[in-house]
């Protein structure tokens, strides 16, 4: 079973792109697919398909797939490679209306080369990456172990993570004169 996951969306910025993909991509696999869609309403034909579930049970979707194809999100990352599962990442873009920002994509690149991480950049490379991943895993042997770069992505994706943390702060106090803006600030104690 292939297991795609969006994660977390809200109403108008879903990624219908990649379930479209997918779903036209599932109905040539001799494997069944299963995919979060988060708050996308048109179902697709040819998936087996849900919103949203609790952590416990999206953890048995990683357990029992094959491999995950899905958005570039941390969490989805560190899952996938926790379980010994190859990822395909298809960063969602601001392009599209997909996200407020391209930092799924800058991680995405981050991540390229690392044992059992696959980057997707044209929605056009999804079939013929699914396809040479199954090989690996099914041909190869390929499950990555995430035990022996543990460490060192964690610490990575810890750093990635305080810099975007940096430059939204910085962001924001641009955005108000060089200062944080409390909303409690106007109240005098």
């Given at each position: 079973m292939i297991f795609v996951t969006v994660g977390n969306s809200i109403k108008g910025v879903e990624f219908h792109r990649l379930i479209k993909e997918m779903d036209g991509i599932a109905r040539d696999l001799n494997?069944?697919?299963?995919?979060q869609?988060?708050?996308i309403e048109d179902r697709p034909r040819?998936?087996?398909s849900f919103g949203y579930l609790n952590y416990v049970e999206i953890l048995e979707y990683f357990k029992r797939a094959s491999m995950i194809v899905g958005h570039c999100g941390v969490g989805t990352v560190i899952q996938a490679l926790t379980y010994g599962k190859p990822?395909?990442?298809v960063p969602r873009s601001k392009t599209y209306g997909e996200h407020i920002d391209d930092h799924q994509a800058e991680l995405a690149n981050k991540?390229?080369?690392?044992?059992?991480?696959?980057?997707?950049?044209?929605?056009g490379q999804l079939r013929d990456t699914i396809l040479e991943v199954k090989h690996l895993v099914e041909e190869k042997g390929?499950?990555?172990?995430?035990?022996d770069e543990r460490k060192r992505l964690l610490?990575?994706?810890q750093d990635y993570l305080r810099g975007v943390k940096r430059t939204r702060v910085r962001e924001v106090q641009t955005m108000n004169g060089g200062?944080?803006?409390?909303e409690d600030s106007n109240h005098r104690q």
């Open positions: 494997e069944d697919v299963v995919a869609i988060g708050t040819h998936i087996q990822i395909i990442l991540l390229r080369g690392r044992e059992g991480i696959f980057v997707v950049d044209q929605m390929l499950k990555p172990r995430f035990s610490a990575f994706l200062r944080m803006k409390n």
